[in-house]
């Protein structure tokens, strides 16, 4: 098996990858105003619903019933997929999934296919996969258009190309269409990007989808999305290719309603989804001739085993947790270093990795302050605080027991058995008072605190410990 290119190859560890993205004044600015905008709108969606709670436990209790019960629902869902001339792929991991998928493009004939925006193809790399064989996959979401045609990599779930603003997108299309915006204003841009894909719709014979929900009572695959593209690659092609992963069922039509309301509030602050494409296997005369669904894994399974991380199988990819996390506004999705951006990025990632051992997924679970504003907001109560400190403790485990970290605990262990030396600790570490600024706060200390000092200040240290003033005044 190969690397699995949930993380991409290269990608330093996030503390290096956020260092560089703090430095970048243009790209903070463009995150900010983005992330305060959708903040808002989508806090006024939300109180519209006086019983959003409710929704919120209502969605959390269904996907709940779907990770206990995931065999059961995933034979029903294939076989009501079956029954209606779909045909059922089973995928254990990423380069399973990709094999599958270029063996049907093959079987087509045809040397470019369309694409709706697609979380879980990316996940597994399926865009160079197909490009190293000779086929060139077009994305027809327009952020995700943006990112393709720049060379660039997304930073956002829902707005991929979040971090470009409109003269770095009109500078992009002119590179990559015949023909080029005549300006960077929105009506401009956007009927460029139509042309430029009207045409790739017209005579593509394949196209390549993800899915939101899987609906295992009827097998009825489910895409919501804002511009329409979607519908287009999922109506005109010959041939549709869904590629889902496993956790994205829900049991019955009822439960769909629930997720209808939270994904749509959440994530664009709309009431409902301009658009919601719904299929159940092949209509002679109308869609496709041939659907096939590829179920993956690639790393699910191991999560869904895991008592506290499999909460993350919850997610609907609405990115309400990426919005509000301080840590994301300030770097950028591009700086984890994974498709899964973000505080769900932070834990889903390493999850499907899969290995501790790996720098940079293991430091993912780091790419936070705790605050908990990512926990407020999911709609489907993933408690991510609670699966990051979980997660921490894996890697930790994971470390070897002589890396500096451990050695610095095991010293700090040593010193707290000890009454003694742990004052003795105390009169040395008064010492630092001689590095205090004029404002009363160290700027920077010799190695080794200058690891802590490069990104913080600390307070100044007290002349005397709290030990030895109760000492002289009450001992």
């Not at 929105?186 to 989808?209: C, D, Q, T, Y």
């Not at 010959?238 to 019955?252: A, F, Q, R, Y």
């Not at 070897?400 to 610095?408: G, H, M, T, V």
Request: glycine share 8%; net charge positive; proline share 6%.
């Amino acid at each position: 098996m190969g690397r699995n290119p949930v993380t991409w190859l290269g990608s330093p560890t996030f503390p290096r990858a956020a260092h560089t993205a703090l430095g970048d004044t243009q790209l903070r600015t463009n995150l900010r105003k983005a992330t305060t905008t959708i903040r808002a709108k989508r806090a006024e969606a939300v109180a519209e619903l006086p019983d959003w709670e409710r929704l919120r436990k209502a969605g959390q209790t269904i996907k709940d019933d779907v990770l206990a019960h995931l065999d059961t629902y995933l034979v029903r869902l294939e076989e009501a997929v079956t029954a209606r001339g779909g045909v059922v792929h089973w995928a254990r991991d990423a380069e399973e999934a990709n094999r599958i998928v270029l063996d049907l493009v093959r079987a087509k004939g045809v040397d470019e296919v369309v694409k709706v925006k697609s979380m879980v193809t990316a996940e597994i790399g399926l865009n160079p996969y197909l490009e190293a064989a000779g086929v060139r996959p077009v994305e027809t979401d327009l952020a995700e258009l943006i990112v393709q045609l720049g060379n660039d990599r997304p930073s956002h779930i829902l707005v991929p190309a979040i971090h470009r603003n409109r003269a770095e997108i009109r500078e992009i299309f002119a590179r990559g269409m015949s023909e080029v915006p005549s300006s960077d204003d929105p009506r401009e841009l956007a009927e460029a990007a139509r042309k430029h894909l009207r045409r790739k719709f017209l005579s593509a014979k394949v196209a390549i989808s993800g899915a939101n929900f899987a609906v295992a009572e009827t097998g009825s695959i489910v895409v919501v999305e804002s511009e329409g593209n979607g519908r287009m690659c999922l109506t005109l092609p010959e041939t549709l290719i869904t590629v889902m992963g496993i956790e994205k069922l829900v049991p019955t039509w009822r439960d769909l309603e629930v997720f209808l309301q939270l994904l749509p509030r959440s994530s664009t602050a709309e009431r409902m989804n301009p658009y919601t494409s719904v299929w159940s296997g092949v209509t002679p005369g109308d869609g496709p001739d041939e659907f096939h669904l590829v179920l993956l894994d690639n790393g699910r399974t191991a999560a869904l085993a895991d008592e506290v991380g499999r909460q993350a199988l919850r997610c609907i990819r609405c990115s309400a947790c990426l919005n509000v996390c301080p840590v994301y506004e300030r770097t950028g999705g591009q700086a984890y270093g994974s498709v899964y951006p973000g505080p769900i990025g932070a834990i889903l990632t390493p999850q499907l990795v899969g290995d501790m051992g790996d720098e940079q997924a293991a430091s993912l679970p780091y790419a936070s302050s705790l605050c908990g504003a990512c926990y407020e907001v999911c709609p489907v109560r993933i408690d991510i605080p609670e699966v990051l400190t979980h997660l921490r403790a894996q890697a930790v485990r994971a470390r070897s027991k002589r890396n500096p970290e451990a050695l610095a605990m095991a010293g700090a262990a040593w010193m707290f058995r000890d009454p003694q030396r742990y004052e003795t600790a105390q009169r040395i570490g008064a010492l630092a008072r001689f590095f205090t600024g004029g404002d009363g706060r160290i700027k920077r200390l010799p190695w080794p605190g200058s690891k802590w000092t490069d990104s913080r200040d600390v307070p100044e240290v007290p002349r005397e410990s709290f030990r030895a003033w109760w000492r002289r005044h009450r001992g």
